[in-house]
């Protein structure tokens, strides 16, 4: 496997294990991305995304504590980068709710 010149960085903050773990192994079979951390509360995804500086944070919408829609403009300036939220909550109101707080997706 060749390493391409440049790779987008992603750290993945999911209270969720086994999804934090489904993604970085998917995310890890592709060439241009590295998985530069993981974090399983929205706290820790601030302070990962102020360490790693990540082009891409994937933020699960619902945490306990605060979620991800409460730190996306955190999570925005600590990392420089995007943030796509993720979530298996369907309702509009998230939806409109993450990209009124700044996120680039929401998936």
Same mark, same amino acid.
């Given at each position: 496997?060749?390493?391409?010149?440049?790779?987008? =960085? /992603?750290?993945?903050?999911?209270?969720?294990?086994?999804? =934090?773990?489904?993604? &970085?192994?998917?995310?890890?079979?592709?060439?241009? *991305?590295?998985?530069?951390? !993981?974090?399983?509360?929205?706290?820790?995804?601030? &302070?990962? @995304?102020?360490?790693?500086?990540?082009?891409?944070?994937?933020?699960?919408?619902?945490?306990?504590? =605060?979620?991800? *829609?409460?730190?996306?403009? !955190?999570?925005?300036?600590?990392?420089?980068?995007? /943030?796509? +939220?993720?979530? +298996?909550?369907?309702?509009?109101?998230?939806? =409109?709710?993450?990209?009124? @707080?700044?996120?680039?997706?929401?998936?």
């Amino acid at each position: 496997m060749v390493t391409p010149a440049v790779s987008i =960085r /992603v750290l993945i903050v999911d209270d969720h294990a086994l999804v =934090r773990t489904g993604l &970085r192994l998917l995310l890890d079979r592709e060439d241009d *991305i590295t998985v530069v951390g !993981e974090a399983g509360d929205a706290d820790d995804g601030v &302070r990962a @995304a102020r360490l790693e500086k990540p082009d891409v944070v994937l933020l699960d919408v619902v945490m306990p504590g =605060r979620t991800g *829609i409460d730190v996306c403009q !955190e999570a925005i300036a600590a990392s420089k980068g995007k /943030v796509l +939220m993720l979530s +298996m909550q369907d309702d509009p109101s998230y939806v =409109r709710e993450a990209f009124a @707080a700044g996120a680039s997706g929401y998936m």
